[in-house]
């Protein structure tokens, strides 16, 4: 999450106006919606001299008391801007006696939100991954380095003596912590639990500028990512009860293509787990995902034509290295297309339509500049597939919208074929989403509401295979 640097000063307050100040601050509580997605949030808003200030804490997203770079309350009428690596979520709400109803807009889609006066924070109330206490393993706080990045996370390892074959955990995109924790669904550390059992040694970590970890994933790319994943099997081959012969790589989503290169630049990786992994080009993925989100979103197939043709073409500038500015009065028009798709209570609830849609246009523009966007559109990951000859897993959901395996199975099939690969094997498991959680439509915006717990067979799927391959 970006910090956007915004001064806001009133030079004189008169009496009505900090009375009005009074009635908005403390906490106000409540619930945001987004198509199907709904969450609980909390505005706090303190007074700093004559400046309000506006903190957001949003907890199944781990945002807690997070400074809104911009928060305005005039006339009962409350905006606030919340920056993430996806677009400038936009809020507008009216506040009346003790509630706040409004609308927010990011990245072209629309939600509502609703908030109360509170007295207390908001508390975290998510349920957890059900796992046996006491452990029957070791569980250590570890770090180790890349140059000046410092990773910190967790290393697992059986109660016995000898030496354990081991394996490093790699996250998906955006910032994530070491137990891949999305929407309160801990997917690592439910998979590191697995394997802990079963006899491994299993490292997972923090991403760049997560938990204890230094550095910035959103400007680090993919290959910087695979570079913590060397560092870490460095980290595997000190310690004295790994057998460093037996070092394999699950990654996730983007940390299936960080698994990939990673392996294909150390001789100490004897296996790898792909879940979710991607065939194409970074640029291709994302075409797929809009068009299979947008539809099981219920958007018109005339706006999702215009999405991805303004996708194709900011691709195509990523590809030849035109600047993305260049298209700022394309990205303009879609977006003031799209403000103009918005219902009467949603235009009303924007203060400003101008300042909003450049708003909207400068985060889009931000989000592509930036450098793992910009080498996640290019890369193609074959040409790292084809000379990957080690055991090979590869794990699809049916329903996976973000990387479907009608787009991905048969090309990193075929990819592995070429390098002579003689040792590979791919699943794809029935109903299940991008987090191979049962689904209906496989959308991101079920992933809240549905069950912490992955489909039946998925986890003995991987260490049943893992189990084999170091025999």
Do not use: C
């Amino acid at each position: 999450m970006k910090t956007l640097l915004r001064i806001f000063f009133i030079s004189i307050l008169t009496l009505s106006q900090i009375n009005a100040q009074k009635e908005i601050l403390g906490y106000w509580s409540g619930k945001l919606k987004m198509l199907s997605i709904e969450l609980d949030f909390q505005i706090n808003v303190t007074k700093t001299n004559k400046s309000l200030n506006g903190f957001i804490s949003i907890p199944t997203q781990k945002v807690n008391e997070f400074k809104l770079p911009v928060f305005t309350y005039k006339k009962n009428q409350i905006h606030f801007e919340l920056p993430s690596s996806a677009g400038t979520a936009n809020f507008d709400g009216k506040l009346k006696t003790d509630s706040i109803n409004g609308s927010l807009l990011q990245a072209g889609m629309k939600g509502t939100f609703s908030l109360v006066k509170t007295t207390k924070p908001i508390v975290q109330n998510q349920p957890t991954e059900q796992i046996d206490e006491p452990i029957p393993y070791f569980k250590d706080d570890v770090a180790f380095k890349n140059g000046r990045v410092l990773l910190t996370g967790t290393l697992t390892t059986p109660k016995a003596e000898g030496k354990f074959p081991a394996i490093i955990l790699l996250t998906g995109n955006g910032p994530q912590d070491r137990d891949e924790d999305i929407f309160g669904f801990k997917i690592f550390k439910i998979i590191a639990d697995y394997l802990t059992r079963k006899g491994f040694a299993v490292l997972r970590y923090d991403d760049r500028g997560v938990g204890g970890s230094t550095g910035n994933t959103m400007q680090s790319t993919t290959e910087d990512f695979s570079n913590d994943a060397l560092a870490a099997i460095e980290f595997l081959k000190k310690q004295s009860n790994i057998d460093r012969t037996k070092i394999g790589l699950l990654g996730h989503s983007e940390g299936s293509q960080i698994a990939e290169l990673a392996s294909v630049n150390s001789k100490d990786v004897s296996f790898i787990v792909l879940i979710s992994g991607n065939g194409v080009d970074g640029g291709k993925a994302l075409i797929e995902q809009q068009k299979l989100i947008l539809k099981a979103s219920g958007v018109s197939d005339s706006l999702i034509a215009q999405n991805l043709a303004l996708q194709n073409k900011i691709n195509y500038a990523l590809n030849n290295d035109i600047d993305i500015s260049s298209l700022q009065k394309e990205i303009k028009t879609f977006a003031e297309k799209d403000y103009e798709a918005f219902s009467k209570e949603v235009k009303n609830s924007i203060q400003n339509k101008e300042a909003y849609i450049n708003s909207n246009v400068q985060s889009q523009i931000t989000v592509f500049n930036n450098p793992w966007f910009r080498f996640y559109v290019k890369y193609d990951p074959i040409p790292t597939l084809e000379k990957i000859r080690i055991p090979v897993l590869m794990l699809f959901g049916e329903l996976d919208l973000q990387f479907p395996p009608s787009l991905n199975k048969q090309k990193m099939e075929d990819a592995l074929t070429i390098a002579g690969n003689k040792n590979f094997k791919s699943i794809v498991f029935p109903k299940a989403n991008h987090l191979y959680q049962e689904a209906k439509i496989g959308s991101p915006t079920e992933y809240s509401g549905l069950k912490r717990e992955f489909v039946p067979g998925f986890l003995d799927a991987i260490g049943d295979w893992v189990l084999n391959v170091i025999k």
